[in-house]
């Protein structure tokens, strides 16, 4: 007998070959319907995400978890944008890489294809259902998407405007598949359901990606946790690293590109630190420091080493004072998650030795790491930021959707 997860599937893969077969016009089309209907039922969205809000606060989630979870009229416009830009972006799909002619004169080449179907798995925020579905769409693929349970009526009523928009335009509804049963077994199921699912994608915290990752039979493209590092220069603008640590870890603190750890050089700790801490301290962030950053402010506590890799998503931050840039460098790719990490420096030379030997997927200079996201990028949207290094790494936007076949035309060759 057909299990759930089973019936899911093959709803899911009949849709993505019809999806392959789609034109860039009609994508656009159904693209630009589901945002309308994103927008003309926001208020039924809203309603139907506030009571995932009301059970989360009843189960005393924090606050910066339940800004994950939450949606506002601002957030289903920025949806909605987000699938405008998508429609606006040229389609990958049959992109011709390349041609050469053999000796023989067999022309070889590659173009991008669809993937098939693509399965994610993740929790909290809501936003991600419209994103998949947007650039799961547009790379001619079809999504099964397992969102957490604390966020199943937002998903649902995201989901409904989604197929209002598909069936407005006459487009297939199970291009996109919500997995509404919220059980573990379900998603044990789905993590096995190899040659039904082409990939996985895991987004959320450190113990879902693992689990995925070590228990999937289907190939899993990582997306993994962020302990986000700034590092302070000996040369840094004090006022610009100030502003750029209070915006990376303040603007939103349960995100994976917030700072999570600050690493300052000694030779400006005593200059940089205090206006730093002042502006955390306004936020209420807690400052844990090691004993020269605890001797330069009475508001940071002792650091353990646990927190030098902790990826908090709350109102904490970490303080490691180093003697050098290539201390800082050790220090940060040791704990670093392989996510986002800046440097503050007017160094130029230090600033292109900190990029060449950083580890990580996006490496900044002078600049916040909140703009590791595939909106910042011009992506339109993203499906997750990939800290692995083969395929994709850092925000997946159209072309991390796709893969590649080789296309050979010929005259009759044969191989001797």
């Known amino acids: 007998m057909e299990t759930y997860m089973e019936m899911l599937t093959r709803r899911a893969k009949a849709a993505s070959a019809e999806a392959a077969k789609l034109g860039t016009e009609d994508k656009n089309r159904g693209l630009l319907s589901v ?22 606060r009843e189960k005393g989630i924090k606050q910066s978890l339940i800004d994950r979870l939450a949606l506002s009229e601002k957030r289903i416009a920025d949806m909605a944008e987000g699938l405008r830009q998508i429609a606006a972006l040229d389609d990958p799909v049959g992109e011709v890489l390349y041609m050469k002619t053999r000796p023989n004169g067999l022309r070889v080449g590659q173009k991008r294809v ?52 598909l069936r407005k335009e006459r487009l297939c509804q199970d291009l996109i598949v919500l997995v509404e049963d919220t059980s573990r077994a379900v998603v044990s199921e789905m993590m096995k ?50 502003d750029i640590i209070e915006n990376a870890k303040t603007q939103r603190m349960g995100v994976c590109n917030a700072c999570e750890s600050l690493v300052i050089h000694s030779g400006i700790l005593e200059e940089a630190l205090p206006p730093i801490v002042q502006k955390l301290k306004n936020h209420g962030v807690e400052i844990r420091g090691d004993e020269r950053a605890q001797a330069v402010s009475d508001h940071i506590i002792p650091a353990s080493e646990e927190d030098w890799g902790t990826e908090y998503l709350d109102a904490i931050i970490s303080v490691k004072t180093v003697d050098s840039i290539d201390e800082a460098i050790a220090h940060i790719n040791k704990y670093n998650t392989g996510h986002s990490e800046s440097i503050i420096t007017k160094d130029y030379d230090n600033a292109l030795k900190f990029q060449d030997e950083i580890d990580a997927a996006a490496v900044y200079v002078n600049a916040s790491t909140r703009f590791t996201d595939g909106f910042e990028f011009g992506f339109g ?9 083969l395929h994709a790494r850092g925000p997946m936007g159209l072309e991390a959707l796709t893969t590649t076949k080789y296309i050979i035309f010929g005259n009759g060759q044969v191989r001797k």
Do not use: W
Request: charged share 20%; aromatic share 4%; proline share 3%.
């Open 193 to 242: 359901m190899h040659g039904g699912i082409d990939v996985l994608i895991p987004r959320g915290g450190a113990g879902l990606i693992a689990n995925v990752v070590e228990n999937s039979t289907v190939p899993v493209i990582e997306t993994g946790t962020g302990n986000c590092h700034i590092y302070v220069d000996e040369t840094a603008d004090v006022r610009m690293a100030a």
């Open 381 to 389: 949207a993203e499906i997750g930021i990939s800290t692995q290094k």
């Open 35 to 56: 945002a309308e209907e994103l927008t003309a039922q926001q208020d039924m969205i809203l309603a139907e995400n506030e009571k995932d809000l009301e059970a989360a």
């Open 114 to 165: 669809p993937l098939g179907v693509v399965g994610i798995i993740y929790e909290s925020r809501p936003n991600v259902t419209a994103d998949a579905f947007g650039l799961c769409f547009k790379t001619g693929n079809a999504a099964i998407l397992r969102g957490g349970s604390d966020a199943i009526h937002s998903n649902q009523a995201i989901v409904h405007a989604i197929k209002a928009g």
